[in-house]
């Protein structure tokens, strides 16, 4: 099996400037604000804007465990974002 790992671990993957989460919230907003047109995908394109520099602010990965806090995805071996207590 060949598996190619990057140059530098720690550094993010990046595609243009973006980081890939990143990449994939543009893109998915420009998609959406060209099939809903109008005054909601300039809103949506103003709110990209606004986003992005205050999740660079942010650690990495926080988009994930934003999402899992807000219940959209889940992790393996972790508990929900609503359990107060947890025993191993």
């Known amino acids: 099996m060949d598996e190619r790992l ?3 671990l720690h550094k993010p993957v990046q595609i ?3 980081d890939a989460q ?3 919230l543009v893109t998915s907003t420009i998609f959406v604000a060209v099939i809903v ?4 995908g300039w809103a949506l394109i103003g709110a990209l804007l606004l986003f992005i520099p ?3 602010t ?3 990965g926080f988009i994930p465990h934003l999402a899992w806090r807000w219940g959209l995805i889940s992790f393996r071996h972790y508990p929900g974002p609503t ?3 947890f025993y191993e």
């Open 6 to 8: 990057p140059q530098f």
């Open 16 to 18: 243009l400037w973006f």
């Open 22 to 24: 990143e990449f994939i």
């Open 37 to 40: 047109g109008q005054m909601i």
């Open 54 to 56: 205050w999740k660079r």
């Open 58 to 60: 942010k650690p990495r």
């Open 83 to 85: 359990q107060t207590r």
